[in-house]
């Protein structure tokens, strides 16, 4: 696993950062899972990496809210962090991709 890499560090300060000020997607998550992965990286590695950076996140006091009607339909704010990935990666196993921008929820830190 990349959780020691200087990547995987500097992505998880920006978005610990970026969910203190505003609204941060998740889908940009498994985006950078993929990057910090590199060329040929399998949809179950980036899973994999997303989930490991979310879960660094939650341990920062990020949680999962829904800001549109677009998120899956699960409880808004409610929603315990290991149910949201189980059920995130569930979805993404079904469709054979990651969802649309928006579709995961939003992270943010609650004051």
């Known amino acids: 696993m990349t959780t ?6 500097e992505d998880l300060d920006y ?3 970026y ?3 505003d ?12 990057n910090i992965l590199g ?3 399998g949809l179950p590695e980036i899973i994999q990496t997303a989930e490991a950076i979310l879960d660094d996140l939650f341990a ?3 949680r999962v809210g829904g800001l549109t009607d677009h998120c899956l339909r699960l409880p808004d704010l409610a929603w ?8 995130i990666r569930q979805e993404i196993v079904k469709r054979g991709a990651i969802p649309d921008l928006g579709q ?5 830190i609650p004051e």
């Open 80 to 87: 315990h962090t290991h149910e949201w990935l189980k059920r």
């Open 104 to 108: 995961l929820g939003w992270l943010h």
């Open 39 to 41: 060329t040929g990286a």
């Open 4 to 9: 020691q890499s200087p990547k995987y560090q």
């Open 23 to 34: 609204w941060a997607p998740p889908h940009n998550v498994f985006v950078s899972a993929g």
């Open 60 to 62: 920062r006091n990020v």
């Open 19 to 21: 969910a203190r000020h």
């Open 15 to 17: 978005f610990a950062n």
